[in-house]
Each structure stands twice: as C-alpha cells, then as structure tokens.
C-alpha cells in the first residue's frame, strides 16, 4: 500500500470553476503537508505548505489538512486556464528525515 | 537569484553505460536532494546532503547508483552499469534551512531514457 494516494486525474473544468484536489495517506506521523505544482517539462514549484490540522489561504488557492481523517484538499477558486498543471501533494514527518513523500500527482485542465 | 540547475536535460544510453547527472544547487542551500520518478509512479526519495554529508541516503535503489557532493556545493549522480529500470526523471531539490518550514526548491529535472 502507498503511504500518500492521490487520484491521478485528468481533471478537466471550466474557467472559473472551484477545483478540489485531495490526497488521502496511511503514516500518522506526518506532520508537514504542501501541495506543489508541476508546468509540463518543468520541475515541482511549492504551492502551499501547512503544518498539522488547518486551514492556509493564500490568494486563489486554499490548503487544508483533516489529521483525524488523514485527508488533505487544495481548493482552487476561480479557476484560470495558466492554472492547467499537475498538481502534488507532498507531506514528511518532523524529525531526523526532511524526505519528501509524494502523491502521484493530478493533471488538471482549466479550458478557456 | 538562479534556480537550481541541472545537467543534462535529457540522456538517451544503452544498458549496461553509465551515466553522470548533476545539480548545481541555489547559492548558500547546504541541503541538496535527489530524487527520481519512474513513468506512471509517483516522485521518490533518493537521498540527501548536508553539505558534503550524506544525511539519509535510504531511497538508493541499489549499489549501481552513487552520488557525490565534494566540497559541499554541486552534486553529482552516478549510474552504473545502468539497467532499463532506471528510466525516469532524476530531480534534484535545495534547501536553505531544514527546519519545520523548510522549503525544498526543484530543478527542472534531467530525463534518463536507458535502451
């Protein structure tokens, strides 16, 4: 079983629309979740980055991170076609390690 | 200020050659990851550098791999003899503070294709 899952997509939606973007994972000992985005030939880019349970806004985007359920979302609010990405989550334990555990990623449409 | 950097972009070897990747990391990040995706599977952990240490190196696959980062700036990433398996995308990542909010900053990765 994977630690982190996350539904590969593709996700296609309308400009304007609200994106939902979920990971769920299995080791309770993670404790820092991010949401990094990938551009097609480009490297992962930090999106957003939460510590524990909560919720992190930032402009269009919104993290959010439910420890109890193991479940994290990043929400986008009206979406735009420079959004059209793959979008990870990412999450590590505190401690000795700052290794980076990923999900495989969503492909996310936003069609013009 | 540069991103973290990356050479080659792109490999293309047979079986059995080897191979050199390396990272050049943001100015001043004593912190300098690898790690690597194989198609249709998510981004994995290789190892990672404090400096010129090998603080965790328990994502290397195998013995055929061997990474380096002498003097504590660039870093490079060896493969050898490299078998069809080790096909991917090799991502290398810098970090400036390895605290609580460490941000690990990715290159735009070097694409290994293995015939």
């Known amino acids: 079983q994977k630690e982190v899952e996350q539904d590969p997509g593709p996700l296609s939606v309308p400009e304007g629309a609200i994106v939902s973007l979920n990971c769920t994972y299995s080791?309770?000992?993670?404790?820092?979740f991010m949401w990094y985005r990938q551009y097609s030939r480009k490297g992962p880019e930090l999106l957003m980055y939460?510590?524990?349970?909560g919720n992190k806004e930032d402009g269009r985007f919104t993290a959010q991170v439910d420890k109890s359920s193991k479940y994290i979302s990043l929400f986008i609010r009206d979406s735009q076609p420079s959004d059209s990405a793959t979008y990870l989550c990412a999450m590590r334990r505190s401690g000795a390690t700052n290794k980076l555990i990923f999900g495989t990623g969503t492909l996310l449409a936003v069609q013009p | 200020e540069a991103g973290v950097t990356q050479f080659p972009s792109h490999s293309v070897i047979e079986k059995g050659q080897t191979v050199t990747l390396r990272c050049d990391p943001i100015?001043?990040?004593?912190?300098l990851y690898w790690y690597r995706r194989v198609m249709g599977k998510e981004i994995k952990f290789l190892l990672h550098?404090?400096?010129?240490?090998?603080?965790?190196e328990s994502g290397m696959p195998n013995n055929r791999f061997l990474a380096e980062r002498t003097g504590g700036t660039y870093s490079t990433l060896k493969v050898q003899p490299a078998e069809l398996e080790d096909s991917g995308v090799y991502f290398c990542?810098?970090?400036?503070?390895?605290?609580?909010?460490?941000?690990?900053?990715f290159g735009p990765g070097t694409r290994l294709l293995v015939l």
């Open positions: 990542a810098s970090s400036q503070d390895p605290g609580s909010v460490e941000t690990q900053y």
């Open positions: 100015s001043g990040h004593d912190n």
């Open positions: 080791n309770s000992a993670f404790q820092y």
């Open positions: 939460t510590y524990s349970s």
């Open positions: 550098f404090v400096k010129e240490s090998k603080q965790d």
